[in-house]
């Protein structure tokens, strides 16, 4: 084993004289105190040619806010559901409530995670295994996948914003967060210490999870009167209707539930055309389990150009949202900026490894609403729908360019009509099972 040595004086005053001897590093040094590393290392004739023109663009109308939370996930599927919505509506604007999407999805959680607690405790596994410390640590984070939406919208409906809004906590989730993670600690504290009394420790824990959530995001609807005015002035009026009924009938018709996950894992042992899924990650005990088919990028970029082109409507996807965004004016281009340049290294690392060695996953999640097709009919850049408002970007719509979808775009939703048969057989094989811990696992 190489010892881990200090970094003694010397070699810490060659690395300052080393600094030191180039102007530009103080040039550097300078520019990044003063104004920030991004604006500095802005690659600005990237940034001033990455146009807003698209070929094809799906209206779905002002974007949304999902706040101090990390709901991307509900707000992106909802996005999509509220343009088949609004279509079916006749409406020109329209949002579903998230805080409603959320409330069911911590509650279904508490109960998942309960569950699968206590089944680890019934088979032996230790309370320090990395296992169940991943799993502590990571309870009642507020991401989650396409698949999960799904399982909540399938047993709970939607309901119109208006009827159950936004409320302090749904805005800013940390501290209720902290409340119902602390809750469940103590929960599974005594399922470990007192194994005899699993069913009645699952019960209180669930009882109080749900007290916090009403207490928190309010008490939501089991049914509601519908009426509202189309954008052509007609009055229509629907009666009560449940949320489950609502979803059937104004989303129903676009068959989102039977959509497929699509992963872009880019790990070699992992081939593509075969199913993975993650160990102990789902919302809703019963629902279906998150399962993606791993296919090429490109293969993921055509079915998204096809949806946005031929069918019009908005595609829901997850990427790692981070590397290489200019968050003010809305775009995304892998040489939007300069880093490597600025600090003389060459950050050189692929989507492989990027992703093997923690530098990359998925930790947002967005709705493609437009494409611009070159005459070839290859793909030049992307139109996104976010859930950062309207006050950034092109009125809350980034641009992002084609090569960045390839390097950090890992999921997309689409209809299992465009797979081919290979695939679509390949859907019905047991998945590759990875564990909990996996960077494909990472949620939106």
């Known amino acids: 084993m190489t010892e881990i040595t200090p970094l003694d004086t010397n070699a810490l005053a060659a690395l300052r004289d080393e600094f030191r001897a180039d102007g530009t590093n103080r040039m550097a040094m300078n520019a990044v105190t003063a104004a920030g590393v991004d604006k500095v290392a802005l690659n600005y004739d990237r940034a001033r040619l990455l146009q807003r023109r698209f070929s094809t663009i799906v209206d ?3 974007a949304t806010h999902q706040d101090h939370s990390g709901r991307c996930w509900l707000f992106s599927s909802l996005n999509v559901a509220r343009f088949v919505a609004k279509r079916n509506l006749n409406l020109t604007e329209f949002e579903f ?4 999407a959320m409330y069911y999805d911590k509650l279904e959680r508490i109960n998942y995670f309960l569950k ?4 680890l405790v019934a088979a032996g596994e230790p309370a320090d295994s990395r296992l169940v410390q991943h799993l502590l640590a990571d309870v009642m984070g507020d991401g989650g996948q396409w698949t999960m939406a799904m399982n909540i919208y399938k047993k709970y409906g939607a309901v119109p914003k208006d009827l159950f809004p936004e409320t302090e906590s749904s805005k ?5 967060n902290t409340q119902l993670r602390r809750m469940l600690h103590t929960a599974v504290a005594h399922l470990f210490a007192e194994p005899v009394r699993t069913d009645e420790i699952i019960a209180e824990a669930t009882a109080a ?9 309010g008490e939501p609807p089991v049914s509601f ?3 509202w005015t189309d954008k052509d002035g007609k009055f229509h009026r629907d009666g009560e209707i449940t949320p489950q009924e609502f979803w059937k009938k104004y989303v129903g018709s676009a068959d989102l539930e039977d959509y497929v996950c699509l992963v872009d894992d880019p790990r070699a042992e992992h081939p593509k055309g075969k199913k993975i899924a993650i160990e102990h990650l789902g919302n809703v005990a019963g629902g279906d389990p998150t399962e993606y088919l791993n296919v090429p990028n490109q293969f993921m970029k055509d079915c998204v150009k096809q949806i946005l082109v031929e069918q019009g409507v908005p595609v829901w996807f997850g990427a790692d949202c981070h590397p290489f965004m200019d968050r003010e004016s809305g775009a995304w281009a892998t040489d939007l900026f300069e880093y490597g340049d600025l600090y003389d290294f060459d950050f050189d690392l692929d989507k492989e490894a990027r992703v093997r060695f923690a530098d990359s996953a998925m930790n947002h999640a967005m709705a493609f609403a437009g494409v611009d097709v070159a005459e070839d009919g290859s793909t030049r850049r992307w139109r996104v729908e976010n859930s950062w408002g309207t006050k950034i970007a092109d009125k809350g719509y980034f641009t992002m360019s084609d090569d960045w979808f390839t390097e950090y775009v890992y999921e997309v939703a689409v209809p299992k009509a465009l797979l081919p048969a290979e695939y679509q057989a390949a859907l019905t094989e047991p998945p590759i099972s990875l ?10």
């Open 60 to 62: 779905n109308g002002e």
């Open 97 to 100: 409530s998230q805080n409603y």
């Open 116 to 119: 699968d607690m206590a089944a």
């Open 172 to 176: 800013n989730t940390g501290p209720m």
């Open 209 to 217: 999870g749900h007290r916090i959530l009403t207490i928190h995001l």
């Open 225 to 227: 009167d519908w009426e």
């Open 435 to 444: 564990p909990a811990w996996d960077p494909m696992g990472a949620l939106a």
